[in-house]
């Protein structure tokens, strides 16, 4: 991808090829061309992905540049429906990195990097919660498996720690 200069998460498309994040949210073909699915002014980029059990994309807004040294300024988890429809899930988040749903299709999970945290976001009522905190070093990537339990990466610690759907550390 020509004069793109990162790529923040990366997952299939429905219509084939893919989705990528960076400064904007593209879909990339197999034949190579390209599509803006959505972009933001205000938004420094967009960092992870993730989609909803009925194929919504979700995507992580990062409002500031960390890697610089800007202050830290809240972001946003969105999604966006094939119609185009965007919806903010919460702005409660810091630095959006590692998103799952949940297999029911009720809660998508978020890692804040900034804040150390795993937060829960019903899609239902875009209620948010603390699911988690990392227990060492930052929240990062995410994964779940098929008894509910949340993976994350845990950044600078290291590791990887799993979390029971009651949001206990059990690995």
Avoid at 11 to 31: A, T, Y
Avoid at 65 to 82: H, T, Y
């Amino acid at each position: 991808m020509a004069k793109r200069r990162g790529i923040g998460g990366i997952i299939p498309h429905q219509d084939d090829g893919w989705v990528l994040s960076g400064r904007d949210l593209v879909h990339l073909s197999p034949d190579a061309s390209q599509r803006v699915l959505f972009a933001d002014d205000d938004a420094y980029g967009f960092n992870d992905l993730g989609t909803t059990t009925s194929g919504d994309l979700l995507a992580g807004v990062l409002r500031f540049r960390p890697l610089v040294g800007d202050p830290p300024r809240n972001g946003q988890l969105l999604q966006i429906k094939a119609d185009g429809t965007v919806e903010v899930l919460t702005e409660e988040i810091v630095w959006p990195n590692g998103i799952g749903a949940t297999p029911d299709g009720g809660t998508v999970y978020i890692s804040d990097y900034a804040q150390k945290v795993v937060l829960a976001v019903s899609l239902n009522d875009c209620s948010v919660h603390e699911f988690c905190r990392s227990p060492d070093g930052s929240a990062n990537g995410l994964a779940l498996d098929c008894e509910g339990g949340v993976w994350v990466a845990l950044g600078e610690g290291g590791g990887v720690a799993r979390f029971h759907p009651d949001g206990q550390l059990t690995r």
